[in-house]
């Protein structure tokens, strides 16, 4: 048979096993209980109880949760916001200079690009006219062509 377990101290002397007190224990032990029993009115426990009051408080306290994450969303959209602004303040002359070197190269690869998107547009409505023409050739060789065109 195995022997419980002696919680002990630093000598060695142990207590002996504790009793399991449930949680709800500290309640009887306190003397406040006893007073609130003795001198609360019976119909204020009653309404305590058995009133609807627990909904009433449980939507003031849904509302004010509401209220806190918003209050919390604006404060971090603030902060980013501020933090942003002053990392793109601090970023600005740099951007600045990347940009007066880029703005050349963009150009020049624009204007490069430029004949090139020329000729394929040129060569699309080319294509486009060629496929119409042929469209319009082959409806011309059927028999009824003739007779469409007087109706």
Do not use: K
């Amino acid at each position: 048979m195995q022997q419980p377990r002696v919680e002990s101290d630093i000598i060695g002397a142990g207590e002996g096993p504790q009793r399991a007190v449930p949680w709800s224990a500290w309640i009887i032990r306190q003397d406040w209980v006893r007073w609130w029993v003795c001198h609360i009115p019976r119909s204020w426990t009653q309404w305590w109880n058995t009133s609807g009051w627990r909904q009433p408080l449980q939507r003031m306290l849904w509302g004010l949760e509401g209220t806190l994450y918003l209050l919390l969303a604006l404060m971090l959209c603030h902060a980013l916001f501020t933090t942003g602004s002053y990392l793109l303040s601090s970023l600005w002359p740099v951007v600045a200079v990347m940009w007066s070197h880029l703005l050349p190269a963009i150009l020049l690869l624009v204007l490069s690009a430029l004949p090139a998107l020329l000729f394929a547009a040129s060569f699309l409505l080319l294509f486009s006219t060629l496929l119409s023409l042929v469209g319009l050739l082959t409806s011309m060789t059927q028999p009824g062509y003739a007779q469409d065109l007087d109706q």
